[in-house]
């Protein structure tokens, strides 16, 4: 059974950082690309980043480019988001969402449960 | 503003049919496939059409996708009252280099 766990979410104030984690089970890992996808409260989904299996292919959307860093660890079955310069419109549930491919975006057949990060003073 | 436009909101009665349309340009739809998203609030997302017109297995067959130019849409034959949730549209978009969301549509039943 595909099992994603994520962790890390907590209230963090405007400029600090915080590292989410999501623990992958119940599949070959490093044959899947993995992504994150966040959901400000009320709001809709927005893609974050994704990364392909090999971990060789990372990419960003706009809002959080230059900012936060997704890495992966194959041989942990965990995926990373590392988020600095945090700002009050990054708040919202994070989603870790595992791709059907190796290569980012063919579709996100497998969903964590979310974790919430909260960015306020 | 999302990068694909889908009506916020639709309805029907249980039986009917709903279609929710969601609207791109050259660099997202109009060049890569469309996958389709159910968000039941307070649940995770699940995966509902992919590849403009696939259903995983245990999807049933009263969802169904297309895909023509620019825009996509989903419709729901038979509506039923577990129906009711949040849909999405997304596609990869050449020109951001990353995927987009559609702003969501909820559907009353």
């Known amino acids: 059974e595909v099992q994603l766990l994520e962790s890390g979410g907590g209230l963090v104030p405007p400029g600090g950082s915080l590292r989410l984690s999501c623990a992958a089970s119940?599949?070959?890992?490093?044959?899947?690309?993995m992504s994150w996808v966040r959901q400000a409260p009320g709001k809709g989904l927005e893609w974050v980043s994704g990364i392909s299996g090999s971990g060789g292919a990372t990419y960003y959307a706009p809002s959080v480019k230059g900012r936060f860093t997704l890495s992966r660890d194959n041989s942990k079955n965990t995926l990373y988001l590392q988020m600095n310069s945090l700002r009050v419109d990054d708040t919202a549930v994070y989603y870790c969402a595992k791709d059907q491919a190796a290569a980012v975006w063919s579709n996100f057949d497998y969903w964590g449960q979310g974790t919430l990060v909260t960015v306020s003073s | 503003q999302s990068v694909l436009i889908q009506p916020p909101s639709a309805s029907g009665t249980p039986g009917q049919r709903v279609t929710i349309s969601c609207s791109g340009s050259?660099?997202?739809?109009?060049?890569?496939?469309v996958n389709w998203y159910q968000q039941v609030p307070g649940t995770a997302p699940k995966l509902l059409i992919y590849s403009n017109n696939q259903r995983p297995s245990g999807v049933p067959d009263r969802f169904s996708g297309s895909r023509s130019g620019t825009s996509a849409s989903l419709a729901i034959s038979g509506l039923q009252s577990e129906d009711e949730a949040d849909y999405y549209c997304?596609?990869?978009?050449?020109?951001?280099?990353?995927?987009?969301f559609g702003g969501g549509t909820k559907l009353t039943v």
């Open positions: 997304a596609a990869w978009d050449d020109g951001q280099v990353g995927g987009v």
């Open positions: 119940g599949f070959t890992f490093s044959g899947h690309a």
């Open positions: 050259s660099s997202n739809i109009g060049s890569n496939t």
